[in-house]
């Protein structure tokens, strides 16, 4: 079950720059995109979310970009912040009662 | 703000034996769920529950699973007869009405099967 992919294990940069997670779906019934940060030990935590009747939204240093032509998610950090570093999730639902199909995750290391 | 809480944080079983996954959900929230995290992949959907009954449940989620809420307060994920490949961390999640809305997860119960 590979509806929701994320093909970056990791991303490494430097504090002040800008972030950019990739997330990509398969399932074109999808209409509800969330990102999660998820610290060790600890349950994920919710981030930022869009529909599919948007493109982007806008939250603070986090931006979410929805394209659904090419089924592809983004998630913007400008500026990054070490206390940003953490594994970060999309998640995706549509058609189903509340069932979200994770990614795999991407391990985002910001230096200082 | 509100959180959900799960106990306990670690549970070790000898494979065979039955285990019960507890969680308080946010007081005011009417849907329930639990996911799974095994080692090293994503996390998977197992259950969603409202008004007493499953409303959807994965391929995972086979007779060995069963989800409860036996009070007003806790919902519980028992496993009747844990494998080896029960080995995850399992979170527990809630959201007030089941729409397009965001979960709100625990911090999840690192469950080991020996």
């Known amino acids: 079950d590979q509806q929701v992919k994320q093909n970056s294990p990791s991303l490494s940069v430097q504090e002040g720059r800008i972030s950019i997670l990739n997330c990509d779906y398969t399932n074109s019934m999808f209409d509800y995109f969330l990102w999660y940060k998820k610290y060790p030990a600890e349950g994920p935590t919710f981030l930022i979310s869009?529909?599919?009747?948007?493109d982007k939204n806008e939250d603070g240093r986090f931006t979410v970009f929805l394209n659904k032509s090419a089924k592809h998610l983004s998630l913007h950090i400008v500026p990054s912040q070490p206390g940003d570093s953490a594994v970060y999730f999309c998640a995706a639902s549509g058609g189903s009662f509340n069932k979200f199909y994770f990614g795999s995750g991407t391990k985002l290391n910001v230096k200082p | 703000e509100p959180e959900v809480t799960q106990t306990p944080s670690h549970q070790v079983t000898q494979m065979g034996q039955e285990v019960i996954l507890r969680c308080v959900p946010i007081s005011n929230h009417l849907y329930f769920y639990w996911y799974r995290q095994i080692l090293g992949q994503k996390v998977e959907f197992l259950v969603s529950?409202?008004?007493?009954?499953?409303?959807?449940k994965s391929e995972i989620f086979d007779d060995q699973f069963s989800v409860e809420r036996p009070d007003g307060s806790n919902f519980t994920l028992k496993i009747r007869s844990t494998k080896l490949e029960d080995s995850a961390m399992y979170f527990c999640?809630?959201?007030?009405?089941?729409?397009?809305?965001?979960?709100?997860f625990g911090s999840g119960t690192q469950l080991s099967v020996l």
């Open positions: 529950f409202y008004n007493n009954e499953i409303s959807e």
């Open positions: 869009i529909s599919s009747i948007k």
């Open positions: 999640a809630s959201s007030e009405t089941g729409g397009r809305e965001k979960l709100f």
